[in-house]
Structures are given as C-alpha cells and as structure tokens.
C-alpha cells in the first residue's frame, strides 16, 4: 500500500509538519520499509531510543515521501534476535545501523557488521549509550579494520587520512586503483566522534538547542532550528510570526555563505584560484553583515526556543537588504566566468557523475541529491511557517556531475538572495521571541529542516524536569557518504577532491 | 680575460642561487595581486627556506640513504646547470664541457634523484608523484630538446652560450622558427616546473600534487634544500628562455666588466617581465586533468616540430 496510507494508520507525532509515529512489529517494519522504497520514498535517520518502560529499546526509522513523513518503531528487548536491517531496501540503513550497534549493542540481520563509529576508545562489549556509566576507558588500540580488498593485476591501495595535508576535518579514504584509475573507494569515518548524543542528556531542554547548533557547524542555524522545532512542538507552541520569518532569513543566509564558501573551494580544487579568491571575499562580506545584522559571523545561538536571540534592528535589515542585492548580480558575472572558462569546465563537466537511477536507488537526498533529478526539498515538500508563505522555487538538474552541483548551487544562491530580501521586505511586525515552557516528561518531537547539504532531522525526547532523555540529530551526510563511493568510481585519483568538495559533507555531523 | 671569465663564471652561480627564491617570491606576489589578494613579501622564499634551515630533520624509519642525500644531489645539479646557462656572459669556462644537450641531461639526473627519494620511504603518495612526474618528464624532454635544436640549427652549435652570441650578433632579424619554439618552449617550462595548468604549486589536496607529492617526506633543511632547487630550477629554466629568445643585453664575446655590469639590471628587468607573464599565465589557466598533461605537452612537441620545419623549409 502506498506511503499515504501507512500514514493514516499513523499517530500524529508532534511537530514536524506531517510528520507521523507508528509502532510496528518485525515483519510490518519489513513489509512497510519494502512499500516506502518501492513509493521512492527518503529514508531520514535510523536510530535507537530507550522504550518508555525503560526495558527494552526502540528501533527508529523515519521517512519521508510526497507530502507524508513517517517514523515506525520497532520494540525490541534485548534477548531478541537481530532486528530486520533496512539495507536491501534503503542501502544507506547499513551505516545507521552499524553506528546504532555500536553505541547501543542492538544487532541488524544486515550482512556488514564491522564497526562504525567505534574506533578504539571503548572496548567492543561495551555500548556508549545503553549505559554510559560503566563505560571503561578506550582500549588504545584500534583492530584493523577490514577493508573490501579489490584483486587484480596492477591494482594497489592508497590509504589517504585520516590526516591530510590540509586541514581539514579526519576521515580515511581507502583507493584501489589501477593506474591513476578509481576501481574502488571505502570510507572509514568516525574519527571526530565526540558522543554528541550522550552530552544532550546533561542538558536542561531549554538549553540542547546551543549543543545542537554546535553538531555540524556550518548548519548551525539548520540544527538549531530542528532543535527547536522539536521542542515546541512538544509543548504546542508557535513562536511568532516575526521569529519564523527571521529563522527562514537566517536559514538562507547559512545557505549563501555555504554555498559561496564551496563554489570558491571548487574552483581552487579546479587550479582556478581566482574563483577561491572572489567567492572568499564575497562570502566574508556576507559573514560581516550577519554580525552587524544578528552579531554572529555563522548565526551561532541565533535561534532559541521561542523565537530569536535578538531582533533584527532596521539597521541590521539595511545593512543585510544592501549587500544581498548586490550579491545576486555580482555571483551572476562569476558564474559567467566559470561557466566559459574552458579548463574550468572541463574539469567540472562529466567528473563524479551520479546518474538519477543509481542516486535513487542509494537515496541521494539534499541539494546533491537534486543536482541528479532527486526532487526532495523540504522547504517545499514539507514547509514550516514561513515557507508555506513563500514561493519557493525548486531548483534540480538531471546530470548529476560535478557541473550539475555546481549549477544547483548557483541556483540556490540566486533563489536564496530573492528569498531574503523578500523576506526583508516583508519581515512581519511582531516580538520576536516569547517564553517556550519546558516540555513534560516523555514528551517526543521531531524536527525537520531543509540545511544547505540537505534535510536536517532531529528526534528529541524529554526525561524528567526539564532534562533530554534522548536527542538524536541527523545529518544529511549519513546518506550522501556511501554515494560518494560511487561517484568515484571510474574516475581518476586527482578528481577526487573536486568531487568530494562538490558534495562537502559534514564529518562532525556524521560522526557525532 | 680569464679572469673575466672566471668573474662572470662566479657571478652567473651567486646571482642564480641568490635570486632564485626572489624570482619566485616576485611570481608568487603577481600571482596574488591578479587575484585580487594581498600578496605576501616578495622575500617569502627566503624566510621560509631560512625556517627551515632552522627546524631538525625527522627522516622515514625505512628509507635508505638516498633519500638524505638527493636533495644535495638536486641542488647540486641545478646550481651546476645554473653555471652552464648563459644568463648574463658568454664566456663561461664550464660551457666548454657542456653543451645544451647536457645540460637537459643534467635536468634529468636531477628529476630521476628526485623520483627515486619520492618511492624510496615507500609511501603511496611520494610514489602517486613520481610516477606522474617521469610521465610528465618523458613527454616534455623531447619538446625541450626540439627546442634547442631548432636553436642549435640556426646557429650551428649546440652550445648555449654559442648560441646566444650568435642571436644578439646578428643583425635583429624576425626569426617564424624561434617564435613556434618560443611558445613549445613556455609550456616545457610550466610542465617541468609543476605551475598550472599541469600542476598547482599551491596545492594542499595531495591527491592531486605531483612536485609537492614527491617532498612529502621531506622536512628542514632536506626540503628546504628541495624548495631551493625547485625556485632555482624555474629561474634556470627562465635564464635558457632567456638565452634562446631573448638574447640581447648580455654581455657577448670577451666583453669587458662594465658590459657585465649592465648584464645584471638587463637580466632583473627580463626576469620581471617573465614573473609577471607566468603569473598572468597561471591565473586564467586551470589546472588540467592529469590525462590532459599528454596533450598539452604533446601540443608543446608539435610547436617545437613546426619551428623545426619552419626553419627548413624557409631557413629563418
């Protein structure tokens, strides 16, 4: 049965706009996930919370598909045998799944049970999450780990990280190659876990959203704002209107500074360091005019429960209104640059190509993800106040290479500029922040924002007076990383940091 | 006069291992100002070549002596190459020794040193950029050695210095030949010397570096002798462009010391005019795809070949 209809059946889960929960057993997760795949649906996040009972455990999994989001539950009790994995459904379950064992000892029936985010700083029988208490100190030493091994004549391995001659954040990349030829590329991420998720339970509720803005930091405001979406829709308020206004304008500017950090990035990894050198400067004056507008560079801690930390002045609007419309036409005449450069091109045209079919069928999602004719955008698909408001236009490619998410990012830059200084213009006259009161026990809410790399889904449940019994924010990165390694494939060595920096995915984000 | 060329001999050497970091910091400024950044001092290269004089070597557990001795083998031949390249006299007594064809030889001892210290700690990285810098090396000798025959045709000799005085001792005569070879002989040196568009000397991404690649390895006073003889290899690479083209305004023939004197403020302004055409060079240029690499010095082989027939066929 269609998506639709499993949602009907669904309890309306608080906040996140059409967002529904739904408990089910073992072979209704695998029936339904088997239905959502075959609808095209996203899968968001997979993850483990404690049952409310506090016996057994709860494995979480949250799509979304046309217009409908669902999480189903399933309960699990720690003798049962390993839950049915979503992998041949949704191949990005795979990683969710493996980090969920190690943090939480809960096995899938999936066939990869190498660890994921477990290095070497706790011992392999003991589960971070599931019992923080007892946790003992890392072992040290970190058992190698077993890399698909590609063999042939002339194929050799390049190990690259997880220190780089950059800097830049840690991740290893494993190369089989064959000449400067990709045969293969293995990630092996989860060198900046920090246990991001554990920290949240030290937190009062009223204040997660500051360690959540700090998850991803070039999301800050996409994580704060799920954040905070989560918990008032726990309590059942609306902010109002100005503060929903003032988000979305703060959400956009995120996005243009990203963006414009990234097409800079871009051409530098191109030899083109001109284009590094003009979005630079672009982008530090977008920087300035958040600080003088918000007075944060990268809108930290500027969306809080209930509102806004601060109203924009009419000084601070002037200031933003000034500089953004003289972005648009100024990104314009370097997107000409880079669009007739003929080295530029020829490096950008065909490198790391995602074909629409394969990006379906690994589930692609965000701005990456609309760049190979992935059309999710939840600004559009699922808005929040303001977006319901705003004409949004959706802005997709169907080539799926690095020239693709390029122009898509192009794209979102012009049509985030419209939408600020829309939204500038337009900005509603109300206080900008009103008292959110702390949610009662057991309250869950969800949050879903759409951050520049692509939907930002945080799950967020309340424990007594006023504490986080769990929150779990989820990055975009989770499913872009494992389509990664297939963009490479076929590829040359040297392409490959221009076609990771045409996705830029988070690794704090991913790794937790 | 043999003092003279003796003087001139010792004055080529200082000069060339002296200016060279200062060649290469003028580059780096020009490059910064096309792009709009503020540039860093022209004096750069020294101070980082002084830093790392200054820093104790950490030298790969598993590699072998050659790897501490080729970069003393690398600046070796670079400042031996310097001596043998006319960039302000003629009359230089080790030119008696070798000619144009050694000299390309002597490039290529250094390259080989180069490769073999990259592979020899065994790091896939150091073994990624030799790998890529004989492929690169293979294709552009030929073109340079086309390069100078064209040269040596027109003046009967293979010598540099020879050659030089022959160009600035003829009557100022538009050469088509030396005008193809010029262009062949631009994008050798762009290959030879790792600047865009077939690599980035500003690179961090290793996966893309093929010079930087090889000095992974290297710290202190090994890289900072590698870093020197990179700048000297592009200020020697500069001087037989120089000596090929643009001869004029060296000091020919057993010329006396005021002439060499004047040699030196020719040779600056020559040098400034050439740093600010590479930079111009490398800023609209992208990097190319590494498979590009034998187009575009193949491109190079082809403007060496039509020099080459050119100069048959119309014997200009």
């Known amino acids: 049965m269609p998506v639709r209809l499993w949602w009907d059946l669904a309890a309306p889960a608080t906040q996140a706009a059409g967002m529904r929960r739904l408990t089910v057993d073992a072979a209704t997760w695998v029936r339904a996930a088997e239905e959502f795949a075959a609808a095209d649906a996203h899968l968001l996040a997979l993850w483990v919370a404690r049952a409310p009972n506090q016996e057994g455990f709860l494995i979480r999994a ?126 092996h991420l989860g060198y900046v876990h920090k246990g991001i998720e554990r920290r949240f339970t030290d937190f009062p509720i009223l204040e997660g959203h500051r360690l959540a ?195 898509v990012r192009f794209d979102e830059v012009q049509e985030s500029c419209r939408l600020s200084l829309h939204i500038l213009k337009s900005l509603p006259s109300s206080v900008h922040r009103v008292e959110c009161p702390p949610p009662v026990q057991g309250a869950f809410g969800t949050g879903l924002i759409e951050g520049w790399r692509g939907p930002i889904f945080l799950a967020l449940e309340a424990g007594a007076a006023g504490a986080i019994s769990r929150c779990h924010p989820h990055d975009p990165s989770w499913q872009n990383w494992p389509v990664l390694e297939h963009a490479i494939i076929g590829n040359i060595v040297p392409d490959f940091p221009l076609i990771n920096k045409s996705f830029n995915l988070s690794y704090s984000g991913h790794d937790l | 006069m043999n003092v003279i060329a003796l003087l001139t001999q010792g004055l080529e050497i200082i000069v060339a291992v002296a200016a060279a970091p200062l060649f290469l910091g003028w580059i780096n400024q020009c490059r910064a100002w096309l792009q709009n950044r503020s540039a860093p001092s022209v004096l750069q290269p020294y101070r980082t070549i002084q830093k790392l004089f200054n820093k104790d070597a950490v030298i790969a557990a598993n590699s072998s002596a050659l790897f501490r001795v080729a970069p003393y083998i690398v600046f070796g031949a670079m400042t031996l190459a310097a001596a043998i390249i006319p960039s302000m006299g003629t009359r230089l007594p080790f030119t008696a020794a070798a000619d144009a064809i050694a000299l390309v030889g002597l490039l290529a001892t250094a390259r080989v040193f180069m490769a073999l210290a990259a592979m020899d700690s065994g790091t896939a990285f150091g073994t990624l950029g030799a790998r890529r810098e004989m492929m690169v090396g293979f294709l552009a000798e030929p073109a340079l050695l086309m390069v100078i025959f064209v ?17 600035t001792t003829e009557a100022i005569g538009l050469y088509p030949s030396l005008a193809f070879t010029a262009v062949a002989f631009t994008m050798v040196l762009l290959a030879e010397n790792g600047r865009i ?120």
């Open chain 1, 62 to 187: 949250a799509f979304v598909a046309a217009g409908a989001g669902l999480i189903l539950e399933l309960p699990i009790a720690d003798c049962d045998p390993p839950y049915p994995g979503l992998e041949p459904f949704f191949p990005a379950a795979s990683r969710m799944q493996r980090a969920a064992y190690d943090l939480w000892g809960l096995r899938a029936t999936d066939p990869d049970r190498r660890p994921w985010l477990r290095h070497a700083a706790w011992p392999e029988d003991q589960y971070p999450l599931r019992n923080p208490a007892v946790m003992a100190a890392g072992t040290g030493i970190s058992e190698a780990y077993r890399f698909v091994r590609v063999a042939g004549d002339g194929v050799h391995e390049i190990p690259v990280g997880p220190v780089h001659a950059g800097i830049i954040e840690p991740g290893h990349f494993r190369f089989s190659i064959v000449g400067e030829k990709v045969l293969r590329l293995e990630e």
């Open chain 1, 213 to 407: 803005a700090r998850v991803s930091g070039d999301c800050a405001v996409a994580y704060a704002w799920a954040y905070c979406q989560a918990l008032e829709g726990m309590v059942g308020m609306r902010v109002p209107a100005r503060a929903d206004w003032l988000r979305a304008l703060c959400l956009e500017l995120e996005r243009i500074a990203n963006h414009l950090g990234d097409l800079g990035a871009l051409g530098n990894d191109a030899g083109f360091a001109f284009g590094l050198a003009q979005f630079s400067r672009l982008k530090e004056h977008l920087l300035r005019a958040n600080e003088a507008a918000f007075g944060q560079r990268y809108l930290f801690d500027t969306v809080v429960p209930g509102g806004l930390h601060a109203d924009l002045s009419q000084s601070g609007a002037h200031t933003l209104g000034d500089f953004l419309s003289r972005l648009a036409p100024e990104v314009e005449s370097l997107r000409d640059i880079y669009d007739e450069h003929g080295g530029v091109r020829d490096r950008f045209v065909g490198a790391g190509r995602v074909a629409p079919e394969l990006a379906a069928r690994l589930g692609l999602i965000g701005f990456a993800g609309r760049a190979s004719a992935r059309g999710l955008d939840v600004r559009i698909d699922f808005p929040c106040a303001p977006y319901t408001d705003l004409a949004l236009r959706r802005v997709t490619r169907t080539a799926g290479d690095v020239a693709a998410r390029v122009a």
């Open chain 2, 151 to 167: 040269a040596s045709l027109i003046s009967a000799t293979t010598s540099l210095p020879a050659i030089s005085e022959h160009l």
């Open chain 2, 197 to 316: 568009p077939i690599d980035n000397p500003a690179t961090h991404l290793e996966l893309t570096m093929i010079h930087e690649a090889m000095l992974l390895e290297y710290s202190a006073r090994h890289l900072a002798l590698m870093e020197w003889a990179a700048a000297l290899k592009l200020f020697n690479y500069a001087c037989i462009g120089f000596a090929l083209f643009l001869p004029w305004g060296i000091a020919a023939g057993a010329a006396a010391p005021n002439a060499l004197l004047l040699a030196i403020p020719v040779l600056a302004v020559k040098l400034v005019l050439a740093g600010s055409g590479l930079a111009l060079i490398e800023t609209v240029s992208a990097k190319l795809r590494v498979f590009r690499a034998p187009e575009f010095l193949a491109t190079a082989f082809l403007f060496a070949v039509l020099g080459l027939l050119v100069h048959l066929l119309l014997g200009a």
